[in-house]
């Protein structure tokens, strides 16, 4: 079974360039969670969706951030304008909340964004 | 102050040491515990959890969790190169399928052959 799939891995980009980060979950997977983080710091809840619903979104920083997961599957975070602070590793995770204490999140590799 | 303390290290052992990594927090909501490993460039895979305090053990790793004392415990017996990693401690205070995940800042880990 193939894991949490993310694109791209690395991407390098100027300060107020837009950016995109894509991300396919595990299969029947209908939580999916954007995660950052930062060099030397553990991952922070950015979003979290169940199926199509951003269901927390408390800690997105909504003037420059924006997710969407049409069809409740893949979801897309996007960046418009980036800044310098906003180069870290952005992760995306799937669960399949079934409401048992054994879900698990799985991640995925991350993408490592660089802002110049 | 954070809810959630880790030592950042970094640890270094000799291979077949016993190993202990530790976490303490400040949230007494926090009800279910992991721990995850993150290799390089990789992202976090979970290693263990457990709920309550208690101990649960799987194979080389043991997990601790004192809730009296907020304070969790990871340990691994005869460490081997391939442990080296950073490794994180994750709590939430329900059913963590669908709560949020609140991370220490992981320790990093190299155990020398």
């Not at chain 2, 340990?75 to 995940?101: H, V, W």
Request: aromatic share 12%.
């Amino acid at each position: 079974e193939a894991g949490v799939v993310q694109s791209p891995r690395y991407k390098i980009i100027e300060k107020k360039q837009p950016v995109a980060f894509w991300c396919n979950p595990i299969s029947g997977h209908n939580t999916l969670y954007w995660y950052l983080q930062n060099l030397g710091q553990g991952p922070e809840l950015l979003i979290r969706y169940e199926n199509e619903e951003a269901v927390d979104d408390s800690q997105l920083p909504k003037d420059r951030f924006s997710a969407e997961r049409l069809k409740g599957v893949d979801s897309t975070l996007k960046i418009q304008p980036a800044e310098l602070g906003d180069s870290a590793v952005y992760l995306c995770a799937s669960s399949q909340a079934l409401g048992g204490a054994s879900d698990t999140q799985y991640f995925g590799p991350g993408t490592r964004l660089t802002v110049l | 102050q954070k809810e959630v303390e880790q030592d950042p290290g970094p640890l270094s052992v000799p291979e077949g040491a016993i190993v202990s990594l530790n976490c303490t927090y400040s949230n007494s909501a926090f009800q279910y515990f992991m721990w995850y490993r993150q290799y390089s460039r990789k992202g976090p895979e979970l290693l263990m959890y457990t709920y309550s305090s208690g101990n649960k053990e799987d194979g080389r790793f043991t997990a601790q969790v004192d809730k009296s004392s907020k304070y969790i415990s990871l340990f691994i017996r005869d460490s081997q190169p391939s442990d080296s990693a950073t490794y994180l401690c994750a709590m939430s205070r329900a059913n963590f399928g669908n709560e949020k995940l609140t991370f220490g800042t992981g320790t990093r880990l190299t155990i020398i052959p």
